[in-house]
Nanobody, 121 residues
């Protein structure tokens, strides 16, 4: 059974930083693309960043480019999202996703339960 557990969320002032972690279990971590998504109240869940199975390719949404960095540690089965220069618009629940990704299509995917990030102005 696949399990994804996020941590690292919290309350931070605008301009501050947070690092989210997502630890996976239940299948071979290094075989899958890992991604971060977020959902603010009354909005659809949106893509934030992803990293390929071997870490060789990363993708980041335009809205966070230059401020957020995704990385992974296969030995720890963990993916990270380093968030710098946070803005109030970054306030959302952040979700970890694991699966096979081709473009915007994910298959054999699983989601974590989410972690709240709140950025105060």
């Amino acid at each position: 059974q696949v399990q994804l557990v996020e941590s690292g969320g919290g309350l931070v002032q605008a301009g501050g930083s947070l690092r989210l972690s997502c630890t996976a279990s239940g299948r071979t971590f290094g075989s899958y693309t890992m991604g971060w998504f977020r959902q603010a109240p009354l909005t659809e869940r949106e893509f934030v960043a992803s990293i390929s199975w071997n870490g060789g390719h990363t993708a980041v949404a335009d809205s966070v480019k230059g401020r957020f960095t995704i990385s992974k540690d296969n030995a720890k089965s963990t993916v990270y999202l380093q968030m710098d220069s946070l803005k109030p618009d970054d306030t959302a629940v952040y979700y970890c996703r694991q699966g096979f990704r081709v473009g915007s299509t994910w298959t054999s995917d699983s989601w974590g339960q989410g972690t709240q990030v709140t950025v105060s102005s």
